[in-house]
């Protein structure tokens, strides 16, 4: 692994503050990242394939990603952990810029200890939170060996550093159906404990969940009882902006000179559309074991999107091809799951959502993370909550949804 030190990196930032947050209460992180290491797929991919495949390079400094003939940048922002807001930015980093937690799972585990978290999920980086930069590879072939790669990398061996603080998650090459299939079943087999999945598919150009393209998925991830996480921007779509250039996309809303702010601050609203979506699918009818987990969402927004939900479907769904006897608000408290970093007025207002259907996340090493201090300030959000509902919210929902024990 590559070591270094950071600039501006203070680990013990949070040690010595008082944290009431109970000892028994384990924190679960839904939703982490890691920034993949250099020799992911150069130790896994085929003889024939490792000159094309992912691997980094130096570059004027920089170390950047080359693969499938593009170029790929570490964003800054997917690796600010430790740095003061001040040093903050959109440029390419190098692992020397992070700190080691960020792509080593040795180096992670201490600093989810100075966190206080005690589990955590990580979606991937380089890959996209749902493989998408595979699904856009031209040489398919090599693209499916990729996301494999990135799965048994995950699994076996950055798991297995602990496997009683690491989720095991996949991706899947959603450009083919039949292949997706198989390696989420694959994967189940290996102990994938979810699957990220696109939060749209559409903008993908794949089809949308109100057909009926994705029942093989679906059917894995039941018959498995393994939930589908739906990570924001996993669709490869951000609010008004280009994904790639990080810039405004003229005709879609946002104004051509406003800054990415615009697309940060809206984040949970690509969410907001998926969620009422899959509930006016059909597809949670058909298959009433699917789970679905909306990472990074936030869960502010559920009780009126429920309300509104509910709204149109008693008025509008007398001639419209929808389910006529499920409440879309009873059917998302069967199906879905809500995360947050850090949203007061959803905790407010949580039995409006679901006392069980509400599960936190840290985001680490990203800008929206409170690292090193998430128990410091899961202590502050959750003062005014019964100890019980504290319990679900931090630990045991999750581990429900994930079929994730606590360790010996």
């Known amino acids: 692994m590559l070591g270094g030190n950071v600039v501006g990196f203070t680990g013990t930032q949070s040690m010595g503050v008082d944290m ?4 028994h209460h384990q924190i679960v992180s839904v939703d982490d990242h890691l920034i993949e290491h250099p020799r992911v797929w150069q130790d896994r991919l085929p003889e024939k394939f490792k000159a094309a495949g992912p691997q980094i390079r130096e570059v004027d400094g920089k170390h950047l990603w080359y693969y499938d003939g593009q170029v790929y940048p ?3 922002l997917n690796a600010v952990a430790g740095k003061p807001r001040e040093e903050w930015g959109m440029d390419p ?3 020397e810029d992070m700190i080691p937690g960020c792509y080593d799972p040795v180096a992670r585990v201490k600093d989810m ?13 380089f890959p ?4 998408g930069t595979f699904f856009r590879a031209q040489d398919k072939e090599l693209a499916l060996l990729c996301v494999k790669a990135w799965n048994d990398f995950y699994i076996d061996e950055w798991c297995s550093v602990a496997p009683d603080r690491y989720v095991p998650i996949a991706i899947l090459p959603v450009w083919d159906i039949e292949e997706t299939a198989k390696e989420a079943a694959r994967t189940a087999a290996k102990g994938a404990r979810t699957f990220s999945f696109p939060d749209s598919p559409v903008p993908l150009g794949l089809p949308s969940f109100h057909t009926r393209h994705w029942d093989p998925l679906w059917e894995v991830a039941s018959e498995t009882e393994v939930p589908i996480s739906l990570h924001f921007g996993s669709g490869s779509f951000v609010p008004g902006f280009s994904y790639a250039s990080m810039k405004p996309v003229p005709g879609q809303l946002a104004a051509p ?5 615009v697309a ?3 984040f949970s609203t690509n969410l907001m559309w998926t969620t009422v979506d899959l509930l006016f699918s059909r597809a949670l009818q058909k298959f009433p074991k699917l789970q679905f987990s909306l990472a990074e969402g ?3 927004w559920v009780p009126y999107i429920l309300e509104r939900t509910d709204y149109t479907w008693e008025r509008h769904k007398w001639y419209q091809d929808v389910d006529m006897d499920t409440r879309p608000s009873d059917l998302f408290r069967e199906h879905f799951w809500g995360c947050f970093i850090d949203d007061e007025h959803g905790l407010k207002n949580r039995h409006e959502i679901g006392i069980d259907r509400i599960m936190v996340e840290v985001d680490f090493p990203h800008s929206d993370s409170n690292w090193p201090n998430s128990r410091k300030r899961a202590t502050e959000v959750l003062a005014d909550i019964p100890d019980d509902e504290v319990e679900k919210i931090v630990e045991t929902n999750a581990r429900r949804m994930l079929r994730f024990p606590r360790g010996s």
């Open 264 to 266: 940060i601050a809206l």
């Open 20 to 23: 009431p947050l109970q000892d």
């Open 298 to 300: 936030g869960i502010g």
């Open 93 to 95: 980093v190098r692992y």
């Open 257 to 261: 000179d406003g800054p990415f702010a």
């Open 74 to 76: 570490t964003i800054g």
């Open 128 to 131: 996209g939170f749902a493989g």
């Open 113 to 125: 200890d100075v966190d206080g978290v005690q589990a955590a999920l990580c979606f991937p980086s």
